[in-house]
């Protein structure tokens, strides 16, 4: 029963690390691009087009969320 809940609980770790890198990626992404161009975030099932600033800016707050999940 403890063994259980022990990899459970080293799963859901791994799945929150998996979304730390993901975001941070993504953040790499949008910095490597020029200025001038647009890009699209995906919110519920819709991608809206959005100026890189914004993108990365939303990009880092979930990176933050996910960091503060991982904490706990």
């Known amino acids: 029963m403890a063994a259980a809940a ?7 770790k791994m799945e929150l690390m998996k ?25 519920c099932n819709i991608f809206f087009r959005k100026d890189i600033k914004s993108a990365v800016a ?7 969320i996910a960091k503060a999940k ?3």
């Open 6 to 12: 022990g990899k459970e609980v080293d799963m859901k």
């Open 19 to 43: 979304e730390v890198r993901a975001h941070q990626v993504a953040i790499g992404e949008l910095n490597n691009l020029p200025p001038s161009r647009a890009a699209y975030q995906k919110t």
């Open 58 to 64: 939303s990009q880092q707050k979930q990176l933050d």
């Open 70 to 72: 991982l904490q706990k």
